[in-house]
């Protein structure tokens, strides 16, 4: 099919796109009943981005969906955003904006393929099965071409899939390796099975941990689907808020966020929350994938000693294995996960810069730091708490 049948257009709002021709670019397994394999593209979850005004307004993430059409068939599409700042991604180019600027230029604004503050890996360039070869190159051109029509500074695409991260540089993409810590299901029969897959020492200190974080004076609880209410929504918007003011100093989500994401996607929604009385003082949301658990926000009003670690960490791989899927991301950063079993998983992202000088000076940076994150997650590995059976049979 020549590239000349094939249109881009971009759009400002979801409003102007159907939502089942999204879904088959971003979750075509959903029409063989399954869940999708992140619902983090679907048009439900970046409609209740742009709905709740999390988004859009004077978030600094403006909507410009990239759509490709044959006719009137959407053969792919993306969720591009014109940034006018760069909170919110976890991919941080802070250092190339600030270096940018003291040479003269504007780095802002910028455009952003990415799920809005959502640090998991997936498809950013979404189509059809049949029709992703012909759809991914022509997305790309198309980022590139309103980038520099725009005058824009630079294209990121961020935790992109690796099929993506391996054929965007033969389309003048630079490729950006990252790393966060994902815990895999060895096909587990229970928590015990996986405790026992660990260092006498590292299975100890996980034990001790869950023990210290039950004694906090009441119980916890997961809840899913229409079971989380309007009271679980306002107890977590507190510990969201709580999170967000020391984090990064203001939420990015808004609190209809959490009733839309409630209305239209609760069964795939997990949260975990710690009771006292009924009363929750600490809580956590997961999202559910077709093979997944993905840790998102978590929060609290009260402490307690290693709360934190169960309710985000145990409890996720209790459930995962409960469910029989395979792994559990739990975001970005945080090498104190390493001890609970959640090992380096490398993390891919796509960057185009618009000047060909400045391009060349990230393009080496990059080269740099690629090896120093390969150096560190082999160094992290070597940390892991899982049997080193020839040391295990000298303790």
């Known amino acids: 099919m020549p590239k000349s049948e094939i249109t881009i257009k ?15 670019c971003a979750a075509s397994e959903e029409i063989d009943g399954m869940r999708p394999v992140d619902p983090f593209t679907t048009y439900r979850f970046l409609r209740a981005l742009e709905d709740s005004g999390s988004v859009g307004n004077s978030s600094g993430w403006h909507p410009y969906y990239i759509l490709a059409f044959r006719e009137n068939e959407l053969l792919g599409c993306a969720p591009m955003y014109i940034k006018t700042h760069s909170q919110g991604e976890y991919i941080f180019d802070h250092a190339w904006a600030n270096a940018y600027e003291r040479a003269g ?7 952003q393929v990415a799920v809005p503050f959502t640090p998991v890996p997936g498809k950013r360039l979404l189509a059809k099965k049949e029709n992703q070869e012909k759809a991914f190159p022509i997305l790309l051109e198309g980022i590139k071409n309103f980038a520099s029509k725009n005058k824009l500074s630079s ?16 389309l003048g993409f630079l490729k950006r390796t ?28 996980i034990r ?23 009271k679980h929504w306002d107890a977590f918007w507190d510990f969201y808020q709580d999170t967000g003011r020391r984090k990064w100093g203001q939420p990015y989500l808004t609190r209809s966020f959490f009733d839309i994401a409630s209305e239209k996607m609760s069964n795939e929604l997990l949260l975990v929350l710690a009771e006292i009385d009924g009363t929750p003082i600490a809580g956590a949301l997961n999202f559910i994938g077709m093979d997944a658990l ?3 926000y978590w929060g609290c009003t009260e402490n307690y000693s290693n709360l934190h670690f169960e309710i985000c960490y ?23 996960k390493l001890a609970r079993g959640y090992m380096p998983s490398h ?39 899982f049997k080193d059976l020839n040391l295990e049979e000298r303790e």
């Open 10 to 24: 971009i759009v400002e709002t979801l409003l102007s796109v159907n939502e089942n021709d999204w879904d088959a």
């Open 105 to 111: 230029g504007n780095y802002y604004p910028k455009i």
């Open 155 to 170: 294209a990121h695409i961020t935790f992109c899939s690796f099929d993506e991260f391996k054929k965007g540089e033969s």
């Open 178 to 205: 990252s790393s966060q810590f994902h815990w895999s299901n060895d096909n587990y029969k229970n928590f015990q099975d996986f405790l026992n897959a660990l260092s006498s020492r590292k299975r100890k200190n």
């Open 208 to 230: 001790k941990e869950r023990e210290k974080a039950r004694n906090f004076g009441g119980k916890i609880v997961r809840y899913s689907g229409k079971e989380i209410t309007g």
């Open 294 to 296: 993905y840790g998102r």
């Open 314 to 336: 145990y409890q996720a791989i209790e459930y995962a294995i409960e469910n029989c899927l395979s792994r559990v991301e739990a975001g970005a950063q945080g090498d104190h």
């Open 347 to 385: 993390t891919y992202s796509l960057h185009w810069i618009n000047d060909s000088g400045f391009s060349k000076a990230v393009a080496q940076y990059l080269d740099e730091e690629r090896r120093a994150v390969g150096r560190e997650m082999e160094i992290l590995s070597d940390y892991g708490p």
